[in-house]
């Protein structure tokens, strides 16, 4: 079963807000980030979304693979995707 962006970014902040409900969760104020992150229509980082994959795992009863690649349409590398090569300078602008 596939879903739409807006369907799992709702899914996913529905468990958030699970998951700021329990008293014993320490970073409830990074998880609210996410939350709001997601209610912009912005994406989770990789990292963002392994900090939160820990908890999944043990709620939903899925393995990371799986879950990985249900959230996948919500989820961007937080590496640079347009890096300027190296060899690129400004001197040419300055002749």
Same mark, same amino acid.
Not at 29 to 39: I, P, Q
Not at 60 to 87: C, D, H, M, W, Y
């Given at each position: 079963? &596939? ?7 709702? /899914?996913?902040?529905? +468990? ?5 409900? /329990? ?10 980030? +996410? =939350?709001? /992150?997601?209610?912009?229509?912005? +994406?989770?980082?990789? *990292? ?9 795992? =043990?709620?939903?009863?899925?393995? *990371?693979?799986?879950? *990985? &690649? ?26």
């Amino acid at each position: 079963m &596939t879903h739409t962006e807006y369907e799992l970014r709702q /899914k996913m902040i529905r +468990y958030l807000d699970f998951l700021m409900r /329990k008293d014993h969760i320490l970073c409830r104020s990074t998880l609210n980030k +996410y =939350r709001v /992150k997601l209610d912009m229509n912005d +994406y989770l980082t990789s *990292k963002e979304f392994n900090q939160i994959l820990n908890f999944l795992v =043990r709620d939903v009863k899925q393995e *990371k693979k799986a879950l *990985k &690649t249900l959230f996948g349409p919500i989820i961007r590398s937080s590496k640079p995707r347009n890096k300027p090569s190296p060899e690129v300078t400004l001197d040419a602008f300055f002749d």
